[in-house]
């Protein structure tokens, strides 16, 4: 290698004596020098301390100005100066330099030889050390190599405001010097790595534990950063979850030990160009120093530098299942991770990443239990209903045309629209859909938009977090998520508030959804079948129902007819409920007089099927013996044509009707609608209203 010109001025050992300021000590006094030094050193906890000693005692022998060790940095391949001691000015500038530049320093660690520069002269290589030895009044400078055996620690540097020249044994003495102090450094840069070591052990015992006491994600992440922090240092700890089925990555959890952290806007998205998506590509930690645009070109990378961050560390969470997320740590300051921090974090990281699995498996079964335990109770509400589904029955040109319909769509996923007066069976047309539908092994889930409060109905669909509102004392799952890859089935969907109605059809449209109070969005696979005994298009337009929503429902509309424009099925379905009913209550039935026959099939069924299963019941519990005794006196009644109020009485209830509607803004349901003011169910409203001929047109 060649030598440079500022070593060319070293001065050989064999120089003249007279040319040499002389330092004669016996051998005696050298070992004396030697053991006072070697007792003055040991045992320090801290390179100051231990460089305070050296120079107290070497002050006795050798007279100097300036005493610095100058440690080798293994993980930059750097020498820098890690403790002084000096009696003249000080101001510490670091200065940092490459063991393989031109530096005089750098050609003593890698030649492991002494080097006397006297005079100093300024040189273009090391102007800048020079000049700043020379501004402290520095004008010699003794460098020696600090060697353990084969382990190289660094350099021992002796700083002279006059010229040295020191002679052979002189120079023979400050080696000397020089390797008992490499003991010493030795031993404690062991003991640092052995309080290292210590440190980190303490720090992955503390971090397993706080993964075992199953905290919440954002305190978890907490307690694993200011661990780390002890061990690794950084200023942001970022934990991510990576959704499988969307591909996106979501925050899960951010801290800041030094409590300086942001909130960033997005909290999920996708990971492609950024550090932690380059992670999980590979499967391996991606450690990035300084700002790198073209290989992370990500907005959201770009904020993250914003906000000052200039070093990060990227840990995949791989377990055998593969990879969950990330664990991300970075810095202000720039300085990079090392391979030993690394090594840590991929430790660390693979902790978590088991008990993430375990966390995500364990509330996976949760939701599978609490929605398995709450279709169990559907399940048997639906047996204790006993509708009897599938048991579609009639023979009239109308209800078989009902019937070709539902052969036609229900195979599909299409969205259908059943319509029809109260009673006419939509809720069977609807599991009819679903039974020769594939989704037929699934769950039919269906909600009484009608009869649930609107305050409560949003929770119902859409479930809640615990803690969102007042009275969630824990999760609750929606029938969304309960109908998650079967049929849920919206039942009186013109009761729907129309300030929820935009979060249904985005529910409906995106196959998406948010439990209250909750931030994670849900993804499902529903088919949807609605159902309504009122005119949604006239609703849509009074501006009482979402026109987009609507449009949305009204895919394949099923309008199932009344039972009087059916009149030929009505001697059938009587047959049917009287064999139901009376083989559910042990009655010996076993014909029907043909006039009661007639009777029934004359008359209008306002109420429809659920009115004629209704009087067949209560027919079959007045039959004492084998015939069925229909009370026709009782029906021809209620269908006789007088009306049941005057023409006064009429034309009263007509105005509070009207008065009611105009108070109310034309709202017939709701706290503040018409039925609420008039006392009255919404139903019971609706039917006076469609007797008295009121069109819901009025100003």
């Not at 060319?8 to 016996?26: C, E, F, K």
């Not at 009644?637 to 009306?643: E, I, K, R």
Request: charged share 25%.
């Amino acid at each position: 290698m060649a030598t440079l010109g500022i070593f060319q001025r070293q001065l050989p050992i064999s120089a003249t004596a007279d040319s040499i300021v002389g330092m004669q000590l016996s051998d005696a006094e050298i070992y004396k020098a030697l053991f006072d030094l070697s007792q003055s050193i040991a045992g320090h906890t801290d390179l100051e301390t231990l460089c305070n000693s050296l120079a107290a005692t070497l002050g006795r022998v050798i007279s100097f100005d300036f005493l610095g060790l100058i440690l080798h940095d293994a993980v930059h391949n750097t020498l820098r100066v890690h403790a002084v001691s000096t009696n003249m000015p000080y101001h510490d500038k670091e200065i940092v330099v490459p063991v393989d530049s031109d530096h005089f320093g750098a050609w003593v660690w890698r030649e492991q030889k002494p080097l006397v520069l006297s005079p100093l002269e300024k040189d273009a290589h090391c102007s800048e050390v020079i000049e700043e030895a020379l501004k402290k009044g520095i004008h010699a400078l003794t460098l020696l190599p600090l060697s353990n055996g084969s382990r190289r620690l660094g350099i021992l540097g002796f700083g002279f405001a006059a010229p040295f020249r020191p002679t052979a044994e002189a120079l023979g003495f400050l080696g000397r010097v020089a390797s008992e102090v490499a003991v010493s450094v030795d031993g404690y840069l062991a003991r640092q790595a052995l309080l290292h070591e210590r440190d980190r052990m303490r720090a992955l015992f503390e971090i397993t534990n706080a993964l075992v006491a199953k905290l919440p994600m954002e305190d978890l992440l907490a307690a694993i950063s200011e661990q780390l922090n002890r061990v690794v240092a950084h200023d942001f700890a970022v934990l991510t979850l990576l959704d499988k089925d969307s591909g996106e990555i979501r925050l899960n959890g951010l801290h800041s030990p030094g409590g300086i952290g942001f909130v960033p806007e997005e909290t999920s998205g996708r990971p492609e160009g950024l550090p932690c998506g380059e992670a999980l590509a590979t499967g391996k930690p991606v450690v990035t120093a300084g700002l790198d645009f073209e290989r992370f070109p990500s907005p959201l990378y770009r904020k993250y530098v914003d906000e000052g961050l200039r070093s990060s560390c990227s840990i995949p969470l791989t377990s055998a299942n593969g990879t969950s997320g990330t664990l991300e740590l970075a810095r202000r300051s720039g300085e990079p991770f090392t391979g030993d921090e690394v090594d840590l974090l991929v430790q660390v990281a693979r902790q978590i990443a088991i008990a993430t699995e375990n966390s995500l498996a364990y509330r996976e079964l949760s939701e599978m239990r609490d929605k398995l335990a709450t279709e169990k109770l559907y399940l048997e509400d639906e047996i204790r209903f006993d509708q009897n589904v599938g048991s579609m029955i009639g023979e009239s040109p109308a209800f078989q045309a009902v019937l070709r319909g539902i052969q036609v769509v229900a195979p599909t996923d299409a969205t259908v629209l059943i319509q029809g007066e109260t009673g006419t069976g939509k809720e069977l047309v609807s599991r009819a859909l679903h039974d020769l539908s594939k989704r037929s092994k699934q769950s039919f889930i269906k909600v009484n938009c009608a009869a649930i409060p609107a305050t409560l109905l949003e929770s119902e669909l859409f479930g809640h977090e615990k803690g969102s509102f007042t009275g969630a004392f824990a999760q609750k799952l929606g029938r969304f998520e309960l109908a998650h890859l079967g049929t849920l089935f919206l039942d009186e969907v013109a009761e729907i508030p129309i300030e929820l109605q935009s979060k249904l059809l985005r529910a409906i449209q995106e196959q998406e959804i948010e439990r209250l109070g909750g931030n994670r969005t849900i993804r499902v696979d529903i088919r949807f079948i609605a159902a309504t005994n009122r005119n949604l298009k006239q609703m849509v337009d009074e501006g009482e129902f979402r026109s987009d929503l609507y449009y949305r429902l009204h895919v394949f509309p099923l309008t199932v007819p009344p039972l009087r424009e059916r009149r030929e099925d009505i001697p059938l379905l009587v047959r049917y409920f009287t064999q139901k009913h009376a083989r559910r209550m042990n009655r010996p039935i076993e014909s029907i007089p043909s006039a009661a026959l007639d009777a029934l099939t004359n008359y209008d069924w306002p109420g429809n099927i659920r009115e004629l299963q209704n009087l067949i019941e209560r027919s079959v519990i007045l039959s004492p013996g084998r015939v069925l005794e229909i009370p026709l006196p009782e029906m021809a009644n209620s269908s006789a044509p007088s009306p049941r109020v005057s023409r006064l009485e009429e034309t009263a209830e007509r105005e509070r009707i009207f008065q009611a509607l105009r108070d109310s803004g034309g709202k017939v349901s709701g706290s503040d609608g018409a039925a609420a003011r008039l006392g009255l169910r919404r139903t019971t409203l609706q039917s006076r209203m469609k007797k008295l001929g009121i069109e819901r047109h009025y100003q």
